[in-house]
């Protein structure tokens, strides 16, 4: 079970059809989970402040913990789950650094607390998500960081996706290893568009 | 006033040697700068430089970062230099049928417009992902250390080989805490 919060309202950026100045950063949807069932957090455009269309960038904040064994915050654009993502990350945990690349069918952006680590702990994730309506593959480049209370396996690293894919993002899907897990109760996940401010060269 | 305010945002419709964003707003206490980027160079990757107040005496730009490139992380440093450089930073062109692909840079500058310290910087760049030999992800810190710490009025951003291409985007950011 989720609370999500969908902000469809007018922009109040925009006054009588034109553009004016203000917050670059607009809230779009905010999921915070409750109950132990919530195996997938969607998130869809809209209409108002909520159309993508009008965004250059996407910002994800997320806060998340599983309730299984399964450790991975899956990222899925426009319901393509096929190979075309491409990642590239390198960590740390503590005592050696770590690298690798891969192609799968999502993007890797965050590592969690499971099910046996200590209670109460939730990994954060900041995940920008570069010109999504514009014709180039989406990429996205983000931080992670978990800490174990003091066991080893905390983890902190930077990670990039490429989908190789050049439609616009109108929807974005979270999941623990594709559904295999469920989100432990106070995740949370807040979604902000960001506006550019237009000089043609 | 907003709190995060876009300044300036170039998306070049033909390609450029270079990207200038000049007469920088000096009422905020950061800046960030936010770019999705693209070299004409024929090689998978080339270096990006990001330079300050254009063309400074002295070399007062220095870089440090961790670099994971495929399998492999390690670390680097570009010291005094006229511009921040970013081994490999930017995509080429060699990756046939990748050509939608674009790097992804974010530059933060904390206290900008100061006129009595050195500008501190941190960074966070990938790009070509296309490519696994050439994959680079990075971030850093560095310092813009001219002697008369003056503020940051200029930045500008050019690829070592190639010029940036059609469809490069680059954002400034204004952010102040009030």
């Known amino acids: 079970m989720t609370t999500q919060t969908v902000n469809t309202a007018t922009p109040d950026y925009i006054v009588d059809s034109t553009l004016t100045d203000g917050e670059a950063w607009v809230p779009l949807i905010t999921t915070v989970v409750s109950g132990t069932s919530t195996a997938n957090v969607q998130m869809q455009s809209s209409t108002g402040a909520n159309d993508w269309s009008q965004y250059m960038n996407l910002f994800l904040i997320s806060t998340t913990r599983s309730l299984g064994t399964n450790s991975i915050l899956r990222l899925n654009f426009n319901n393509d789950t096929g190979s075309n993502y491409q990642c590239q990350i390198l960590g740390g945990n503590g005592t050696n650094d770590t690298a690798y690349y891969q192609t799968i069918g999502y993007a890797d952006i965050n590592s969690m607390p499971i099910s046996s680590s200590a209670a109460n702990y939730f990994a954060s994730c900041i995940t920008q998500i570069f010109d999504i309506n514009s014709g180039k593959d989406t990429s996205l480049l983000g931080t992670t960081g978990k800490e174990l209370n003091g066991v080893s396996a905390g983890i902190v690293n930077i990670n990039s996706t490429v989908w190789y894919n050049q439609a616009p993002v109108t929807e974005i899907d979270l999941s623990i290893g594709g559904g295999v897990d469920a989100f432990a109760a106070s995740s949370r996940f807040d979604l902000f568009g960001i506006l550019p401010r237009m000089v043609t060269v | ?178």
């Open chain 2, 1 to 178: 006033m907003a709190i995060i305010e876009a300044l300036e945002t170039i998306y070049l419709e033909a390609d450029a040697a270079s990207v200038t964003i000049d007469s920088i707003d000096q009422s905020y206490q950061t800046l960030e700068l936010v770019a999705s980027a693209r070299s004409a160079a024929l090689t998978a990757a080339t270096s990006y430089y990001v330079e300050c107040n254009g063309s400074p005496a002295g070399n007062a730009h220095s870089l440090y970062y961790m670099q994971g490139s495929n399998s492999t992380p390690g670390a680097q440093e570009t010291l005094t230099r006229t511009d921040w450089k970013m081994y490999d930073g930017i995509m080429g062109l060699t990756q046939a049928g990748q050509t939608g692909e674009y790097a992804t840079m974010r530059v933060i500058i904390p206290d900008y417009a100061s006129s009595d310290s050195n500008k501190s910087m941190s960074i966070q760049v990938c790009q070509s992902l296309s490519y696994a030999s050439q994959c680079k992800i990075l971030f850093g810190g560095g310092v813009y250390d001219q002697t008369s710490h003056p503020a940051i009025t200029q930045l500008k951003v050019t690829p070592a080989t190639g010029s940036l291409q059609r469809g490069s985007e680059f954002t400034l950011y204004g952010i102040k805490s009030s």
